[in-house]
Structures are given as C-alpha cells and as structure tokens.
C-alpha cells in the first residue's frame, strides 16, 4: 500500500493511528528535531493561495489525515487512506500512555518526556496543564514564549494558535528551541482536552458531519467551514474531472 499520497499539491502521509503514534515514538529517541502537521479540508484550500504554507506541509516529517473530508477525497481520488488521525486524539492517546506510572510506562517502551503547552485562549492552556503531569509550562502568547521555552526544556511542543500560523511559527523557530524534539500545530485540541468545547458525538465524527456540529456551537466559524466544506468539495471534483481526462 502507498506510503502517502498529494492531495491537490499537498502531502498526506497514509498512517493509522497506531503506526502515527510509533513514529512519534520513534521521532522522540533519535536524536533529530520533528515537526508534525494535522491537514483537515480547510488546510488544503488554504494551501492553494499560500506557497509558504504549502511547502511547509509538504516539508513535515508527519502528515497526518485530520478529518474525514480528506478520507473522503481520497477515495474519489482513488488514492484511499487507511483511516482519519485526528489530532486531537493522537495528543490524548500520548497523554494516556505518557500518564502511566512508571512500570507500565517502562513495558511499553515509553519515558518520561516534558510538554510545553503554546497558544490558546482565556486561560485553557493552563487548565490543560493542570489535568496533565508531563507539562513543564505553557505561554497564551508567543512574545516571550522562546525564552519562556528554554527556560523549561521542554521535549514536545503543542501550538495551539491555528492555522498558517502555528505552522508557519513552528518552522520558523524550532530550531532556536533545541531541546524540542517534537512539535506539533494542535489548533483547538487544547479546548477539547481541557473541556472548554464538546467535541461532536463519535457517530457524527464517523459521518463527516463534524462540521454542522461546529457550526451549530460555534458559528461565527461559518467563513472557515465554507472553505472547508463547499470550497474544498469544488476542488476535490475539479481534480477529479481533470484526471479523467
């Protein structure tokens, strides 16, 4: 099976969770600095227009399938991925394994690894830092967040400050941080994790219809679920049609 495919320009590598999860595992004991990217619908229409953004996608070490709107097109594609990743799920699957006492931690081959927590907002971030032992900081802003960084030696990075820019912040300073072995754009994981936003009912994140969920919640999302939703879909058909040709 492929080991990944492009999706209009972009990327996407074809991992399950599972096999995700082991890279990052793998990522954290090689010695090497990483930078993880979760592409959804909306990340692809946005790379249309943006070069800079694009080439950062398609630079990651990891690309992972966060919605299933890319699962989606895939399949029209005729190029099928294994299955959806989100992100938020493979953060909640390393805070999980990452929690256990010692002993359990040691059978499954993991250490004890530091998070640093950037981004979010009105005080999420440190209500995330308070349910999860690992974290060694976190920072709202990212005026000061490289001294505030170093200071706290972190393995894992967590942006949570949306896209382009927790993408393009990551690539652009990983390397004045180098105690950071892994870094990750997680958009609006850190409010679903602390409990701030519900996440949509597992029936509706099978049927794709997260995004009515959102919008429902969170409506003045309704420029960027256009994109995601109606945009990406015109794309999606449009490549289709050429390939047929």
Known sequence: ?????????????????????EKIRNFLSDGRQHQIVTVNPEFIVRAQKDDE??????????VIPDGMGIIWASRILREP????VAGVDLIKKFKVQSSRPPRKRERCGQAKFKVFLLGGRNGVAEKLAAQWSDVVGFSED??????????CQPDILLVALGAPKQEKWISENLKKIPSVKLAIGVGGAFDMMAGKVKRAPKLIQEMGMEWLWRLILQPWRAGRIFNAVIIFTFL???EKIKASR
């Open 142 to 151: 990212t005026d000061n967040a490289l001294v505030s960084i170093n200071q």
């Open 81 to 84: 991925l294994k299955e959806r």
């Open 236 to 238: 999606i058909l449009r």
């Open 1 to 21: 099976m492929q080991k990944y495919m492009y999706l209009i320009g972009v990327r996407i590598d074809n991992v399950t969770i599972e096999e995700a999860f």
């Open 53 to 62: 953004f694009k080439r950062i996608l398609n630079e990651a070490n990891l």
